[in-house]
């Protein structure tokens, strides 16, 4: 964190402390979301249920496109992926689903899946509280957003590996690393504030 006192801005900086506090809460991230204004600004948390962030964001962006083509067309042209393994391989039995019947049943990709972990998605699912399952542009959207901030923060993760690794060794190669993550830190920082 050296380098972050380098900002020459303590806005900046007081921002990219909350970026890190993030980092090293990621999957339990809760408590965080909510104590930030703006993070969490979608009615994820109106779940009975104890989910992270982006776990709920996944769950949201699956019920939708389950029940609504809208939304699995949204998610195709706007993410494609998902950062749980088995919400990803779910996504693309639903794109399928679609594929062959023109309309998608959740209950149908049980019967036929042979994958416990897609299985245990799908029975999740069909138990949490008022997760919304119609599809609603604005709550999706957000969904979205959150999963791309969340896909953003582990390869900022990754990037502030690298630098570690590599300063004692290789400065120039750090620092190439370095431009690169505070690139993403700035990115996800504006995104946070509303500005691009």
């Known amino acids: 964190s050296g380098y972050?006192?380098?900002?020459?801005?303590?806005?900046?900086?007081?921002?990219?402390?909350?970026?890190?506090?993030?980092?090293?809460?990621?999957?339990?991230?809760?408590?965080?979301?909510?104590?930030?204004?703006?993070?969490?600004?979608?009615?994820?948390?109106?779940?009975?249920?104890?989910?992270?962030?982006?776990?709920?964001a996944e769950y949201t962006i699956l019920s939708m496109m389950a029940k609504s083509e809208k939304a699995k067309d949204e998610y195709k042209r706007n993410l494609g992926y998902l950062i749980q393994d088995a919400n990803q391989k779910l996504a693309l039995y639903i794109i399928d689903e679609y594929r062959k019947e023109n309309k998608c049943s959740l209950s149908k990709i049980f019967d036929e899946t042979d994958d416990d972990k897609v299985k245990d998605v799908i029975t999740t699912l069909s138990t949490i509280e008022n997760i919304p399952a119609e599809y609603d542009s604005s709550l999706f959207n957000d969904a979205v957003s959150k999963v791309k901030e969340e896909i953003k923060l582990r390869k900022l993760n990754v990037l502030k590996k690298k630098v570690n690794e590599l300063l004692p060794t290789d400065e120039t190669k750090a620092n190439e690393y370095l431009k690169e993550y505070l690139e993403l830190l700035k990115e996800i920082g504006g995104n946070k504030n509303g500005q691009h």
């Open 4 to 56: 972050i006192e380098l900002l020459p801005n303590e806005y900046d900086r007081h921002n990219y402390y909350n970026v890190l506090y993030d980092l090293t809460k990621i999957g339990q991230s809760t408590a965080v979301n909510t104590s930030k204004k703006g993070y969490n600004r979608y009615r994820l948390e109106d779940f009975d249920y104890s989910l992270d962030g982006e776990t709920k």
